[in-house]
């Protein structure tokens, strides 16, 4: 069917660019805004605006404080049945949707993360996708 092959390359094409399209339900009460890329979106106005979160998205902005960032999560081997990303044992993340186009709320911060780097969740082997506008 041309219409599902579509949607399939429209749900691709936004995995690549590090925007969720399903289970989005699932980042509710979970992660702000600016936090999810919206301001590479131009979906934030700082200058303007009354929105939940607020306060506590131009304080980040503000501070730099933004330390973790929803990233696309690509699976090289075996099964996530953890929510908790780890490398040797250090949390980098956390597994928030969970489908054929995984995302996570990484720590991009911190010291040990990179982008080249294999990361464990549960039972899988992971690498965290750089998006093309990073």
Request: with cysteine.
């Amino acid at each position: 069917n041309l219409k599902s092959v579509k949607q399939e390359e429209y749900y691709n094409l936004s995995f690549d660019l590090g925007i969720p399209q399903k289970n989005t339900n699932k980042l509710k009460d979970k992660i702000f805004g600016i936090e999810c890329n919206f301001e590479e979106l131009n979906a934030i106005d700082f200058k303007k605006g009354c929105y939940v979160g607020q306060e506590n998205t131009s304080r980040i902005k503000l501070k730099e404080k933004l330390n973790k960032r929803l990233f696309a999560i690509k699976v090289l081997e075996g099964n996530i049945n953890s929510e908790e990303i780890v490398l040797e044992n250090k949390e980098i993340g956390k597994l928030l949707i969970n489908n054929n186009n995984p995302f996570a709320l990484i720590k991009f911060k911190n010291k040990d993360f990179k982008f080249e780097n294999v990361y464990k969740c549960g039972d899988a082997k992971i690498k965290v996708k750089k998006p093309l506008w990073l």
